[in-house]
């Protein structure tokens, strides 16, 4: 059960730390032009893009390191964290944090049945 948390917080932080980039990159209007609504319609667009794209690769991540029950983690993390970092607008330097709590609650709980199944 350590392990499959572990690995499931490290994943979260690695995507939590491709949210941060991918939103300091349209704060700072290099891949978008500050006229008319052109960063505020990237930033909306983005956000849905990345929530599947997530998902997927946080259950890609996680299935390579041969934690079991993978989507069942990837998918209500990542969908939970993104929602949470809209909420939490101003600070995307907080979003590690967030989607690695976020990855190992999702581990603990669906993880439960799994330790039941493995004491004696």
């Known amino acids: 059960m350590g392990r499959r948390v572990a690995l499931a917080a490290g994943v979260g932080a690695l995507l939590g730390l491709a949210w941060w980039g991918m939103f300091e990159l349209l704060a700072s209007g290099t891949v978008c032009s500050k006229d008319e609504w052109g960063c505020l319609g990237a930033f909306v667009t983005s956000i849905p893009i990345f929530a599947v794209a997530g998902s997927v690769v946080g259950?890609?991540?996680l299935r390579s390191l041969k934690v079991s029950r993978a989507w069942l983690v990837a998918v209500p993390a990542t969908l939970m964290a993104v929602v949470a970092m809209v909420l939490l607008l101003g600070m995307t330097f907080l979003?590690?944090?967030v989607f690695a709590a976020?990855?190992?609650l999702i581990a603990v709980l669906t993880g439960s049945a799994e330790a039941r199944r493995e004491s004696p």
Request: hydrophobic share 65%.
């Open 95 to 97: 979003s590690f944090a």
């Open 102 to 104: 976020l990855y190992a």
């Open 59 to 61: 259950a890609l991540g």
